[in-house]
């Protein structure tokens, strides 16, 4: 204990440093009448940097507490008015009177015009993509996630670096699985969104299992008021799509309500074109088969936001957050042809598959939160409480028929599963931050439970002796506990900047499954470090080295021995022998005037958890599972220019060279181990355009290339997607229309391959990737009121634990 004791009295001091003032005054118009709750914003008059804020009483009356001695530049705006700007040298209290706010009709427009920000920024630890007033702004949170810079789309999970990355929602995880992710993207409203962040190497801060996150920054008025929308959007892809939606929002002086609601019916439909190449023990090929998948979906998900926030005092601020996404009878009808030839490619029997899947999908979670600001300015206390509860209820129904060469009938095969999942999950959290002499420290404690039980009854209707398949029924049961505690000290100090953090996780799981008769339990105490050190090289360049350690461990769905069949010789299948692993990630980021990047990483993925597939060539069947890997690394060099090429184009390119490798058991083959690996390159071009002199009128084009990548045992094609779009303001900025078109190559499409010793199977599934989407969106009530992120800090505090 003396080390932590001398630790906390070192910093004592540095903390107890600074010295803070107030700036108090009060806005009005000519007249000399009060502007009630007028914002009042102070700048740093170096660089302009907003550092404080308030909204004035109703009497135009503010006060601004814990102002360091500086120089700044003192604003105040009221709808309607002309903004004022103040030059104020703060080194002791000051009382300024009156700011005089004038008429201008003109104003309003300007708020909108200069607010408006770059599409990409670039910083040394993560990429910051803006999409307020953005055409991606007027689709679903799904369609803004899938195109930010450094993300990848592999079967529906979202990827950064060869990673799945976590997605936070406000500094709060999403506690969801990879799909209900997407249908939760899908119908989150990209309006709410003002900024999504790329972070592929978080902070201490963040749990250590969480990888790469994408963390979605929400916006809130900050000025009392009532504003509100509804909105519009017409998708046409093979099948005609729409969603409606409508927002509203008030606040006062205590109190902030905001409620959110989406309905998205969708019709959507995949083609899969599939073969495996069947090999003997001499390395021949004695049987190949083809199969095409046409899969068509319907769903109706909707989804419901709410958002309280209460001020009791000026210190204190308390925040409920709820929401509910559900999905009721979900159905996917799958058909498969497949044709089944011999070694020389003569025909041998066909296989017809059709297969319905009902789905219920809901999910409601709960926030409680609290933020308690501190007599020491910058100083908080946040504290939060979480539950979520997710269920889903499937069931399946499939069969199949043969027929001879000359299609003639030979057998049938039918079968039916019952399946049922329900997940609670409970967390709660505590975060300490304050400011100190040219740093800062903060320290969190976190406990969360998760508690899942699944049950599937395999029906064989071909044999109703027993009524199910004891082999393949079985009830799983998955527990897990997770307590951690993390601290985190920054300093800077003339041309150096350091972060530490160490993070600490004890971890206790328990799964139980009926069928295999056996408990696996794994209990484990482990230290994450991570550091971050920035050498400014002169006053627009500076070189950072950061690395941490990081945890990847199984989910509960990947543990879940299940059965899913495309038909009876095709499935995918849970590992309740998954182990967590553990990775080292290094990375270097050369900045150069804050317009051109360099990052050079590397990352020792260790027993990475990932997906295979087997054949097995004697029975003729094909499996899919999760394993761990015997050893994976990443590496790769990434180049980004983020700049204004006039004041009316503004120019974001990406691009990425990279290696990475996995090695596993090459399991029903002859050989032991396999390394599949591949080097590849990544490039992203995003263009913003300004296409009036009033700025109402913008335009975006965007291509994204990836020449190809790894994904398990799978070898991945190249993909390109151009995409492009219009946004327009109607009516003084009361109404919004887009217009976007994507993947306008029809190029985003990837084949996937895996060929080694006598495995070779390939699969291209082609998915609704180009559409037309024309979005409306009209304003009510006083729809000018300013916004700003949901956050209160932008250090990554508020987190949930990892699946």
């Given at each position: 204990?003396?080390?932590?004791v001398l630790f906390f009295?070192?910093?004592?001091p540095?903390a107890m440093?600074?010295?803070?003032?107030?700036?108090?005054?009060s806005v009005?118009d000519?007249?000399?009448?009060?502007?009630?709750?007028?914002?009042?914003?102070?700048?740093?008059?170096?660089d302009?940097?907003?550092?404080n804020g308030?909204?004035a009483?109703?009497?135009?009356?503010?006060?601004?507490?814990?102002?360091?001695?500086?120089?700044?530049?003192?604003?105040?705006n009221?709808?309607?008015?002309?903004?004022?700007?103040?030059?104020?040298?703060?080194?002791?209290?000051?009382?300024?009177?009156?700011?005089?706010?004038?008429?201008?009709?003109e104003?309003?427009?300007?708020?909108?015009?200069t607010?408006?920000?770059?599409t990409?920024?670039?910083?040394?630890?993560r990429?910051?993509?803006?999409?307020?007033?953005?055409v991606?702004?007027?689709?679903?949170?799904w369609?803004?996630?899938?195109?930010?810079?450094?993300?990848?789309?592999v079967?529906n999970?979202?990827e950064?670096?060869?990673?799945?990355?976590?997605v936070?929602?406000?500094?709060?995880?999403?506690?969801?699985s990879?799909?209900?992710?997407?249908?939760?993207?899908?119908?989150?409203?990209?309006?709410?969104?003002?900024?999504?962040?790329?972070?592929?190497?978080?902070?201490a801060?963040y749990e250590?299992?969480?990888?790469?996150?994408?963390?979605?920054?929400t916006?809130?008025?900050?000025?009392?008021?009532?504003k509100?929308?509804?909105?519009?959007?017409?998708?046409?892809?093979?099948?005609?799509?729409?969603?409606?939606?409508?927002?509203h929002?008030?606040k006062?002086?205590?109190?902030?309500?905001?409620a959110?609601?989406?309905?998205?019916?969708r019709?959507e439909?995949?083609?899969?074109d599939?073969?495996?190449?069947?090999?003997?023990?001499?390395g021949?090929r004695?049987?190949?088969?083809?199969?095409?998948?046409d899969q068509?979906?319907?769903?109706q998900?909707?989804?419901?936001?709410?958002?309280?926030?209460y001020?009791?005092?000026e210190?204190?601020l308390?925040?409920?957050?709820s929401?509910l996404s559900?999905s009721?009878?979900?159905?996917?009808?799958?058909?498969?042809?497949?044709e089944?030839?011999?070694?020389?490619?003569?025909?041998?029997?066909?296989?017809?598959?059709n297969?319905?899947?009902?789905?219920?999908r809901?999910?409601?979670?709960?926030?409680?939160?609290?933020?308690?600001?501190?007599?020491?300015e910058?100083?908080t206390?946040?504290?939060?409480?979480?539950?979520?509860?997710s269920?889903?209820?499937?069931?399946?129904?499939g069969?199949?028929?043969?027929?001879?060469?000359?299609?003639?009938?030979?057998?049938?095969?039918?079968?039916?599963?019952?399946?049922?999942?329900?997940?609670?999950?409970?967390?709660?959290?505590?975060?300490?931050?304050?400011?100190?002499?040219?740093g800062?420290?903060?320290?969190?404690?976190?406990?969360?439970?998760?508690?899942?039980?699944?049950?599937?009854?395999?029906?064989?209707v071909?044999?109703?002796?027993?009524?199910?398949?004891?082999?393949?029924?079985?009830n799983f049961?998955y527990?897990?506990?997770?307590?951690?505690g993390?601290?985190?000290?920054?300093?800077?100090?003339?041309?150096w900047f350091?972060?530490?953090?160490?993070r600490?996780?004890?971890?206790?799981?328990?799964?139980?499954?009926e069928?295999l008769?056996?408990?696996?339990?794994?209990?484990?105490?482990?230290?994450?470090?991570s550091?971050?050190l920035?050498?400014?090289?002169?006053?627009?360049?500076?070189l950072?080295?950061?690395?941490?350690?990081?945890?990847?461990r199984?989910?509960?769905?990947?543990?879940?021995p299940?059965?899913y069949?495309?038909?009876?010789?095709?499935?995918?299948?849970?590992?309740?022998?998954?182990v967590?692993?553990?990775?080292?990630n290094?990375?270097?980021?050369?900045?150069?005037?804050?317009?051109?990047?360099?990052?050079?990483?590397?990352r020792?993925n260790?027993?990475?958890?990932?997906?295979?597939?087997f054949q097995?060539n004697?029975?003729?069947?094909?499996?899919?599972?999760?394993?761990?890997?015997?050893?994976s690394?990443?590496?790769?060099?990434?180049?980004?220019?983020?700049?204004?090429i006039?004041?009316?184009?503004?120019?974001?390119?990406?691009?990425?060279?990279?290696?990475?490798?996995?090695?596993?058991?090459?399991?029903e083959?002859?050989?032991?181990?396999?390394?599949?690996?591949?080097?590849?390159?990544?490039?992203?071009?995003?263009?913003?355009?300004?296409?009036?002199?009033?700025?109402?009128?913008t335009?975006?084009a965007?291509?994204?290339?990836?020449?190809?990548f790894?994904?398990?045992s799978?070898?991945?094609?190249?993909?390109?997607v151009?995409?492009?779009?219009?946004?327009?303001?109607?009516?003084?900025?009361?109404?919004?229309?887009s217009?976007?078109a994507?993947?306008?190559?029809n190029?985003?499409?990837?084949?996937?391959?895996?060929?080694y010793?006598n495995?070779d199977?390939?699969?291209?599934?082609?998915?609704e990737?180009?559409?037309?989407?024309?979005?409306?969106?009209?304003?009510?009530?006083?729809y000018?009121?300013?916004?700003?992120?949901?956050s209160i800090?932008?250090?990554?505090l508020?987190r949930?634990?990892?699946?």
């Amino acid at each position: 204990m003396r080390f932590p004791v001398l630790f906390f009295l070192g910093i004592l001091p540095l903390a107890m440093a600074s010295q803070t003032f107030e700036v108090t005054g009060s806005v009005k118009d000519s007249e000399g009448k009060p502007l009630p709750f007028a914002n009042v914003i102070l700048l740093k008059a170096l660089d302009n940097t907003q550092v404080n804020g308030i909204s004035a009483d109703e009497e135009g009356r503010f006060t601004l507490k814990g102002i360091p001695e500086d120089v700044y530049y003192l604003q105040a705006n009221y709808f309607g008015y002309k903004s004022t700007l103040v030059a104020l040298e703060i080194k002791r209290n000051i009382q300024i009177g009156a700011l005089v706010l004038e008429p201008d009709s003109e104003w309003l427009n300007e708020v909108v015009v200069t607010g408006q920000k770059p599409t990409v920024e670039r910083k040394a630890d993560r990429i910051i993509f803006n999409v307020e007033n953005t055409v991606l702004g007027d689709g679903s949170s799904w369609d803004i996630l899938r195109n930010a810079p450094g993300v990848v789309i592999v079967q529906n999970s979202l990827e950064i670096r060869g990673q799945q990355a976590t997605v936070y929602l406000n500094d709060r995880k999403i506690q969801l699985s990879p799909t209900e992710i997407q249908d939760f993207l899908k119908g989150l409203s990209g309006d709410m969104i003002s900024s999504v962040e790329v972070i592929p190497n978080p902070p201490a801060s963040y749990e250590a299992a969480d990888g790469s996150i994408l963390n979605i920054r929400t916006k809130e008025n900050v000025v009392p008021g009532y504003k509100g929308n509804v909105r519009g959007q017409y998708t046409q892809a093979f099948y005609a799509k729409y969603s409606l939606g409508t927002s509203h929002y008030y606040k006062n002086d205590k109190v902030g309500i905001f409620a959110n609601y989406v309905i998205n019916p969708r019709r959507e439909i995949k083609e899969a074109d599939s073969y495996i190449n069947f090999i003997n023990d001499q390395g021949d090929r004695f049987a190949e088969w083809n199969t095409v998948l046409d899969q068509t979906t319907r769903s109706q998900d909707q989804q419901v936001n709410l958002i309280l926030d209460y001020k009791p005092g000026e210190r204190d601020l308390l925040n409920f957050t709820s929401n509910l996404s559900f999905s009721p009878n979900k159905k996917f009808v799958n058909k498969l042809d497949t044709e089944m030839r011999d070694g020389s490619g003569v025909l041998d029997s066909t296989l017809q598959t059709n297969s319905a899947i009902e789905d219920d999908r809901k999910n409601l979670s709960f926030d409680l939160n609290y933020n308690r600001s501190l007599k020491k300015e910058g100083a908080t206390l946040k504290a939060n409480a979480h539950y979520t509860y997710s269920e889903i209820s499937r069931l399946q129904q499939g069969s199949s028929d043969y027929f001879d060469p000359s299609g003639a009938f030979i057998r049938n095969f039918t079968f039916a599963t019952d399946a049922l999942q329900d997940i609670n999950i409970f967390t709660g959290q505590v975060d300490f931050y304050t400011p100190v002499t040219s740093g800062s420290f903060e320290a969190g404690l976190k406990g969360s439970w998760i508690n899942s039980k699944s049950g599937i009854d395999y029906f064989d209707v071909n044999n109703n002796e027993p009524p199910f398949d004891i082999a393949l029924s079985d009830n799983f049961k998955y527990k897990e506990g997770v307590v951690a505690g993390y601290a985190s000290y920054s300093q800077d100090w003339e041309k150096w900047f350091l972060k530490l953090g160490l993070r600490a996780e004890q971890t206790n799981v328990e799964s139980n499954s009926e069928t295999l008769l056996e408990i696996n339990t794994q209990n484990y105490f482990k230290l994450f470090p991570s550091l971050y050190l920035t050498r400014k090289l002169s006053e627009d360049n500076s070189l950072t080295f950061d690395y941490s350690r990081k945890l990847t461990r199984p989910k509960y769905s990947d543990l879940n021995p299940f059965r899913y069949f495309l038909n009876e010789n095709n499935y995918f299948e849970g590992n309740p022998n998954l182990v967590p692993n553990f990775s080292h990630n290094f990375n270097l980021n050369l900045s150069i005037k804050e317009t051109y990047f360099i990052d050079l990483y590397y990352r020792d993925n260790g027993r990475y958890i990932s997906r295979l597939s087997f054949q097995d060539n004697e029975n003729q069947t094909l499996r899919q599972i999760k394993q761990n890997v015997q050893k994976s690394t990443s590496y790769g060099l990434d180049f980004t220019i983020s700049t204004s090429i006039t004041p009316f184009w503004v120019l974001y390119f990406y691009n990425s060279v990279f290696y990475e490798d996995e090695t596993f058991l090459a399991e029903e083959s002859t050989i032991e181990t396999y390394t599949n690996r591949v080097t590849g390159y990544y490039g992203y071009l995003n263009n913003s355009f300004t296409l009036s002199k009033d700025r109402s009128f913008t335009g975006e084009a965007s291509l994204r290339y990836l020449s190809g990548f790894l994904f398990g045992s799978y070898k991945v094609s190249e993909s390109i997607v151009l995409n492009v779009g219009l946004r327009k303001s109607l009516w003084d900025n009361r109404a919004v229309i887009s217009l976007l078109a994507e993947d306008l190559f029809n190029r985003a499409n990837a084949v996937f391959t895996t060929r080694y010793a006598n495995q070779d199977n390939s699969f291209l599934e082609n998915t609704e990737t180009q559409f037309i989407r024309l979005g409306f969106t009209y304003n009510l009530g006083n729809y000018r009121l300013s916004k700003t992120d949901r956050s209160i800090k932008k250090s990554e505090l508020q987190r949930l634990d990892n699946e």
